[in-house]
């Protein structure tokens, strides 16, 4: 099985930038799709970005220009830089996998595997 560990959060004043790791371990993990959601108090948990086999392949609207998903693949590991950083951006963060994806994965409930989080808190 797939394991999942996120590490990088923290505090940071807006307009500032913050780098998220998502450390994966499994023998599957070169050939899946990884994706990064956050989840901020009273909403539901969104889409961030994913990248596949090594490839940027979505980010969420919100958050496109400002965030940049990116991976390597020597140490199992997927980074999120976050540039510009906004008070709507505060949140837990997830980093999510599914083995053997068939294209650009979006969709929490799509993904196999799910790391335990990191609290990302902006401030004014």
């Known amino acids: 099985q797939v394991q999942l560990g996120e590490s990088g959060g923290g505090l940071v004043q807006a307009g500032g930038s913050l780098r998220l790791s998502c450390a994966a371990s499994?023998?599957?993990?070169?050939?899946?799709?990884m994706g990064w959601f956050r989840q901020a108090p009273g909403k539901e948990r969104e889409f961030v970005a994913t990248?596949?086999?090594?490839?940027?392949?979505a980010y969420a609207d919100s958050v496109k220009g400002r965030f940049t998903i990116s991976s390597d693949n020597d140490k199992s590991t997927v980074y999120l830089q976050m540039n510009n950083l906004k008070l709507e951006d505060t949140a837990v963060y997830y980093c999510?996998?599914?083995?053997?994806?068939?294209?650009?994965?979006?969709?929490?409930?799509?993904?196999?595997?799910w790391g335990q989080g990191t609290q990302v808190t902006v401030s004014s």
């Open positions: 999510a996998a599914k083995r053997f994806p068939s294209g650009t994965i979006t969709s929490a409930n799509e993904y196999d595997y």
């Open positions: 499994g023998r599957t993990f070169s050939w899946s799709s």
């Open positions: 990248i596949i086999r090594g490839r940027p392949s």
